[in-house]
């Protein structure tokens, strides 16, 4: 048996990166966790497949650092990950500039600047991937969001010209754009927008954790004839 599958996932500490980690471990993977503080969810469930990374994807040396972290570990990279995000609100009118910036530079520049570091340790790898996780609100727009649906959406527009730039070297390249699922990022979302949402979602509620995380497994992992594709995991609330 070969070497277990190795990936790297980014904002592992909670949330829908954190179920990720877990269901790559369940299945075998090894899973090197990233946030800013270096605090991994899963660190205790298996031992040795896992490797906690000090990662903030504002600081421009930060995803050399991760990278080489791997590298020195493992040797190996089969998966990337990206889930990590953050989400400011606010009119466009109303909003500062600096931290609409923040947003764009946090999920889309913080993004970019990991896949550069990594690409040379993952064109080696075996069927090496990569999975940005969007969002829906990139796809359709929400009031009061432009910074984080700006971002979100030019994800998309990277993924593909990625995907066509690597391809030659076997990685594949895919988003994943969830709906609404209770995590830290939306408990300040107000409830007048949660119940907008849950009331235009066609199976009528919000995602689970766990069940992004499959979608975003399926196509690091599984999905071996998609490349520059998104998948929508919404319950059909973009429909
Ligand atoms: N929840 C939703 O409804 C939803 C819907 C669509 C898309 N998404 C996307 O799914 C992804 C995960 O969201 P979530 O709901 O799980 O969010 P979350 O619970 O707020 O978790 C965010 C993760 O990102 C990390 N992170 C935040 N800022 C970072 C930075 N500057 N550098 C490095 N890591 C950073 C956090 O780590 P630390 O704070 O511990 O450092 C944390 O692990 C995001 O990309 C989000 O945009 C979420």
């Known amino acids: 048996m070969g070497e277990p599958r190795t990936t790297l996932v980014t904002g592992a500490s909670r949330g829908i990166g954190a179920g990720i980690a877990r269901l790559l471990l369940d299945r075998g993977g090894r899973v090197a966790c990233t946030s ?4 991994s969810a899963v660190s205790e469930q298996a031992g040795g497949r896992t490797l906690p990374i000090a990662l903030d994807l504002t600081d421009p040396a930060g995803p050399e650092h991760a990278v080489e972290r791997v590298r020195e ?3 190996r990279l089969d998966s990337l990950v ?3 995000g953050v989400w400011h609100g606010g009119r466009l009118s109303t909003m500062d500039p600096d931290l609409w910036w923040e947003v764009v530079r946090t999920n889309l520049g913080g993004t970019a600047a990991l896949v550069r570091a990594a690409t040379g340790l993952l064109t080696r790898g075996t069927e090496p991937s990569i999975v940005l996780v969007g969002s829906v609100v990139g796809e359709v727009g929400f009031a009061g969001d432009t910074a984080y649906a700006a971002g979100k959406a030019a994800l998309v527009g990277f993924a593909r010209s990625l995907a066509k730039e690597l391809a ?3 990685v594949r390249v895919n988003v994943l754009a969830p709906g609404f699922v209770e995590t830290d990022m939306t408990s300040a979302v107000p409830d007048r927008s949660r119940q907008r ?5 066609l199976l009528g ?3 689970t954790v766990d069940e ?3 979608a975003a497994v399926f196509l690091a992992d599984d999905a071996t004839f998609c490349t520059g594709s998104v998948l929508t995991a919404d319950g059909g609330w973009s429909l």
């Open 168 to 170: 030659p070297d076997g």
């Open 73 to 75: 570990h493992w040797g």
């Open 82 to 84: 990206l889930n990590a």
């Open 197 to 201: 949402i849950a009331s235009a979602t």
């Open 212 to 214: 992004i995380a499959r």
């Open 205 to 207: 509620r919000f995602g």
């Open 36 to 39: 800013r503080s270096g605090h």
